[in-house]
Structure formats: structure tokens, C-alpha cells
């Protein structure tokens, strides 16, 4: 009987790849270089540099590095039916592959696609009680990256499925670290990435991996997931690249906050700098589950919380990298304590495919008013512009756009479905930053 991991092959290797397609790839690879970039200069990145410099050279330790990075700003991009963050596990490896092979970049954004496409796959096919305690882009993340770093090994069908069984042997990664504000979300993306180039280059070596990861008695699906939907791995093998499905962040904070957050962008422009007596977010069960901090006590928490999220969008028209620091913390304490939380139906019934929130704001002047939103800004469904992804990258990257490296580097990324060869990444183990000759 073929195993869902040679199906799930043969389905990728089957699709068609369209030069629309590897344009979308590009506009991808440069959302999560961006944020590789802009993730150096937090405490987590510059912890990770430090110790990164005592590690090996090769294409999966520089992954590992990368990936971390990439995380940490919490403006990466989503895939909703997964909930799995695949560009920052995808895309590192594949370039620092790439590069090394030599290849061109229809090659390494090929690779892009069908890293995308797996873990997505997985992903969606986990059920919604694996999300409970497992960290989906952690566990799935593997089979994304081992993906990707087969297509660009050159490694047959029997190698891929060897390599994905490595990869999915090495699942992991817990949701503990959120209730105790630790930094291993961080590690999660890395292990992800270099996991993804340890199974798939131990295959090319011969090394096998089991068939029946996914589906075994004791694999995957048996031991991680209480409500696996195996048959949605291989479903719809004629929709468009999961690549394609997947969401751009425009705010820094956990996406689960965004559809509150964009409806009370919206209630700002209404409430003429009016400051509400009380906030009430109705959304979807998992957002409250994961996002339900009244009180945030640091700047990773805040990037958590749906009541703080919602209040800066309310009292600032806007949320950057600087709405979570201590002093914003406490200038809207008071408001985030009074803002409810509760679920809605029609919102968790949609959940995972569609995410969305309603704000419900009462002022002083006994004026209540709403906003309502079934998807986030940068969702497919309303998706960021070629000239709003370029600002988000030179914005992430710490840059005003002006600069000859910034904008060269974007040039660059852009034009990958035409280059012949791949640039350098824009991150080396030897300190050399932000480049890319």
C-alpha cells in the first residue's frame, strides 16, 4: 500500500509551477528575509548571533540561524488552514541550499513552493486538538523544510520519502514556553529549518526514514494527534499553491490578534480621540485561548495580548515595533483591564479557514459603535500590494528606503525568477550582514 508520504510526493512533484507563481514566491522570500534581518537587533537575535558564532558552517546550521531570526519580530508570514508560520522554516534553508548547489533562482523558488506546500499539507492535516499543546509550525515545519531541501538535493522519489519519514520522526516543539515567557518559540523554527536539511541530506546518503511516518500505528498522526484528518493531506490536488493561500503579516504581533486589531483601526478613525469606557472583542475560541492577556507584563506578551493589541490600534490609529515597550504597556493598562473577551459562533465555526473579530466599543458620550472583520489585512482575500510588501521589508529591515543596500538587496529578491544563479544570502556566519553580491 503507498504510504501518504509518497502520495503527498507524487502530488507536489505533479503540479504545474506558472512564472505568477514564482512572482509570488519572490514576494515571499523577501517578506522573510526582511524579517531575518530586522530580528538581529532584539535581545533573543543578539543572543542567538553570539552563540552562533562558536557553531558549524554548514547550510543547516546557517538555517537554523536564519529561521531563529526570522520568528522573533512576530511579523512573518501564516497560513491559516495550517496555522503554521512556513516561511521562516522554508525559505532559509532553501536559499542557503541553493547557494551551495549552485542553483538558479526558478530552482531555489521551486523549491520555495513545494517546501510551502508540504508542511502546509501536514499541517492542515493535524487536526485542530494537535494545536492544543504542539506548536504546529515546529511539528510540521520539518516536513516543509525536508521538502524543500530534497527538491534542490536532486533526491529521487525513494530518497524524498525516506527523507520526509526523517523529518517527521523529528517533530516537536510545546506551547509552554507562552505561560512562562520563555524564548523557545524561537528555537522552534530552527530546529524546524535544520531538521529539514539533516533528513533530507541523510537520505541523499542512503540513510532511510520510515514510509508510514504520517499514518503508522506509531507515527505522527497516532502519537501527536488526537483528530489527524489524513484525508485532507492529499485533497484538492488541483488548488492553487499553498504558497498562494498563505497571509502576510502588516502588524508585529501574533496573527490570532490581527482581525481585532483591524477592526479597531477602523473604530479609531470613528471615535474622534474619544478614550473608551470599555472595549468588548467577540472572536474565535483559539484566539482567546492563546491571545487572552489582560496584563501583560513583558514586550513578548504584549505581542499576545488581544486587549493590548486592540487598545493601541484604538488610542493610536496604528501598531509598529514600538506599541509594546514598558511605556505603552502602562498607558494602556487601565484599558486593556477593562476589555472583554468572548466567542462567537459564526467566528469559531470558521476557524481555521477564516479568522475573524468584532470590536464593540462604548464611549463617554454613551456612544457605541462597531467594526467588523471576517479576515485580516494581507489574508489572501485582501492582500498586501508589491508596494505595501517592499515598505513592510525596508520597515522590518530597520530602513528608510533610501539606501543603496536596502534597495538593491529588494531589486534582487525580486528578480529571482529570472537570475541564473543565486545571490548570497544576506546573513553569513562570518558577520557579514545585509548582503547579497
Same mark, same amino acid.
Given at each position: 500500500m503507498r504510504?501518504?508520504?509518497?502520495e503527498l510526493?507524487?502530488?507536489?512533484?505533479?503540479?504545474?509551477?506558472e512564472?505568477?507563481?514564482l512572482?509570488? $514566491?519572490?514576494?515571499?522570500?523577501l +517578506?522573510?528575509?526582511?524579517?531575518?534581518?530586522?530580528?538581529?537587533?532584539?535581545?533573543?537575535?543578539?543572543?542567538?548571533?553570539?552563540?552562533?558564532?562558536?557553531?558549524?558552517?554548514?547550510?543547516?546550521?546557517?538555517? !537554523?540561524?536564519?529561521?531563529?531570526?526570522?520568528h522573533i519580530? =512576530?511579523?512573518?508570514d501564516l497560513?491559516?488552514?495550517?496555522?503554521?508560520?512556513?516561511?521562516?522554516?522554508?525559505v532559509?534553508?532553501?536559499?542557503h541550499l541553493?547557494?551551495q548547489?549552485g542553483? %538558479?533562482?526558478? #530552482?531555489?523558488?521551486?523549491?520555495?513552493?513545494y517546501?510551502?506546500?508540504?508542511?502546509?499539507?501536514?499541517g492542515?492535516?493535524? *487536526?485542530?486538538?494537535?494545536?492544543?499543546?504542539w506548536?504546529?509550525t515546529?511539528?510540521?515545519?520539518?516536513?516543509?523544510?525536508?521538502?524543500?531541501?530534497?527538491?534542490?538535493?536532486?533526491?529521487?522519489?525513494?530518497?524524498?520519502v525516506?527523507?520526509?519519514?526523517?523529518?517527521g520522526?523529528q517533530?516537536?516543539?510545546? /506551547?509552554?514556553f507562552?505561560? @512562562?515567557?520563555a524564548?523557545?518559540?524561537?528555537?522552534?523554527?530552527?530546529?524546524a529549518a535544520?531538521a529539514g536539511?539533516?533528513? $533530507?541530506?541523510?537520505? $541523499?546518503?542512503? !540513510?532511510?526514514?520510515a514510509?508510514?511516518?504520517?499514518?503508522? =500505528?506509531?507515527g505522527?498522526?497516532?502519537?501527536?494527534?488526537?483528530d489527524?484528518?489524513?484525508d485532507?493531506?492529499?485533497? #484538492?490536488? @488541483?488548488?492553487? /499553491?499553498?504558497?498562494?493561500?498563505?497571509?502576510?503579516?502588516?502588524?508585529?504581533c501574533?496573527?490570532?490578534t490581527?482581525?481585532?486589531? +483591524?477592526?479597531?483601526?477602523e473604530?479609531?478613525?470613528?471615535?474622534n480621540? #474619544?478614550?473608551?469606557?470599555?472595549? +468588548?472583542i467577540?472572536?474565535?475560541?483559539?484566539?482567546i485561548?492563546?491571545?487572552?492577556?489582560?496584563s501583560?507584563?513583558?514586550?513578548?506578551?504584549?505581542?499576545?495580548?488581544l486587549q493590548?493589541?486592540v487598545n493601541?490600534?484604538l488610542?493610536d490609529?496604528k501598531?509598529?515595533?514600538e506599541?509594546?515597550?514598558t511605556?505603552?504597556?502602562?498607558r494602556l493598562?487601565?484599558? %486593556?483591564?477593562?476589555?472583554?473577551?468572548?466567542?462567537?459562533?459564526? !467566528?469559531? +465555526?470558521? !476557524?481555521p479557514?477564516? /479568522?475573524?473579530a468584532?470590536?464593540?466599543?462604548?464611549?463617554?458620550?454613551?456612544k457605541?459603535?462597531s467594526?467588523?472583520?471576517?479576515?485580516c489585512k494581507?489574508?489572501?482575500?485582501?492582500p498586501l500590494?508589491?508596494? =505595501?510588501?517592499i515598505k513592510?521589508?525596508?520597515?522590518?529591515?530597520?530602513?528608510?528606503?533610501?539606501?543603496?543596500?536596502?534597495?538593491?538587496?529588494?531589486?534582487?529578491?525580486?528578480?529571482?525568477?529570472q $537570475?541564473p544563479k543565486?545571490?548570497r544570502f544576506?546573513?553569513?556566519?562570518t *558577520? #557579514?550582514?545585509?548582503?547579497?553580491?
Open positions: 504510504s501518504l508520504t509518497t510526493t507524487d502530488l507536489i512533484r505533479s503540479k504545474p509551477v512564472q505568477e507563481d512572482v509570488a $514566491a519572490a514576494h515571499f522570500v +517578506d522573510t528575509v526582511a524579517c531575518v534581518i530586522g530580528g538581529q537587533t532584539s535581545t533573543p537575535g543578539r543572543m542567538l548571533l553570539e552563540w552562533f558564532q562558536n557553531a558549524g558552517r554548514d547550510p543547516g546550521r546557517n538555517a !537554523f540561524l536564519a529561521s531563529g531570526l526570522a519580530l =512576530e511579523i512573518d497560513h491559516r488552514d495550517s496555522v503554521t508560520h512556513p516561511g521562516c522554516v522554508v532559509p534553508l532553501a536559499w541553493a547557494e548547489q542553483a %538558479s533562482g526558478r #530552482e531555489f523558488l521551486t523549491a520555495v513552493l517546501g510551502y506546500e508540504a508542511g502546509t499539507r501536514v492542515m492535516s493535524v *487536526g485542530p486538538s494537535h494545536y492544543k499543546a506548536h504546529n515546529s511539528t510540521c515545519g520539518p516536513f516543509g523544510a525536508t521538502m524543500a531541501a530534497a527538491t534542490l538535493l536532486k533526491l529521487d522519489q525513494e530518497q524524498t525516506w527523507a520526509l519519514g526523517n523529518a520522526t517533530s516537536c516543539g510545546l /506551547w509552554q507562552l505561560p @512562562d515567557k524564548m523557545s518559540k524561537h528555537l522552534h523554527t530552527a530546529h535544520e536539511f539533516t533528513a $533530507a541530506s541523510l537520505a $541523499a546518503h542512503g !540513510f532511510t526514514g514510509d508510514h511516518i504520517l499514518e503508522g =500505528e506509531q505522527f498522526f497516532r502519537a501527536l494527534c488526537p489527524p484528518e489524513p485532507v493531506l492529499v485533497g #484538492e490536488p @488541483d488548488a492553487p /499553491w499553498q504558497l498562494r493561500r498563505t497571509s502576510m503579516k502588516p502588524w508585529p501574533c496573527r490570532h490581527h482581525p481585532a486589531l +483591524d477592526a479597531a483601526l473604530l479609531h478613525h470613528l471615535i480621540g #474619544e478614550k473608551p469606557i470599555s472595549v +468588548d467577540q472572536t474565535y475560541q483559539v484566539a485561548d492563546v491571545c487572552n492577556q489582560p501583560p507584563d513583558t514586550l513578548y506578551a504584549a505581542k499576545f495580548s493590548h493589541c493601541a490600534a488610542s490609529g501598531v509598529g515595533f506599541s509594546f515597550d511605556s505603552q504597556r502602562d493598562a487601565v484599558f %486593556s483591564k477593562n476589555t472583554t473577551l468572548s466567542v462567537t459562533p459564526e !467566528f469559531n +465555526d470558521a !476557524f479557514q477564516r /479568522w475573524g468584532t470590536v464593540t466599543t462604548t464611549l463617554p458620550s454613551g457605541v459603535i467594526a467588523v472583520r471576517k479576515d494581507g489574508d489572501p482575500e485582501s500590494l508589491p508596494s =505595501e510588501i513592510k521589508a525596508q520597515m522590518v529591515m530597520g530602513q528608510d528606503g533610501q539606501k543603496k543596500g536596502s534597495m538593491e538587496l529588494i531589486k534582487k529578491i525580486l528578480d529571482l525568477p $537570475a543565486m545571490p544576506p546573513l553569513h556566519a *558577520g #557579514e550582514q545585509n548582503e547579497c553580491a
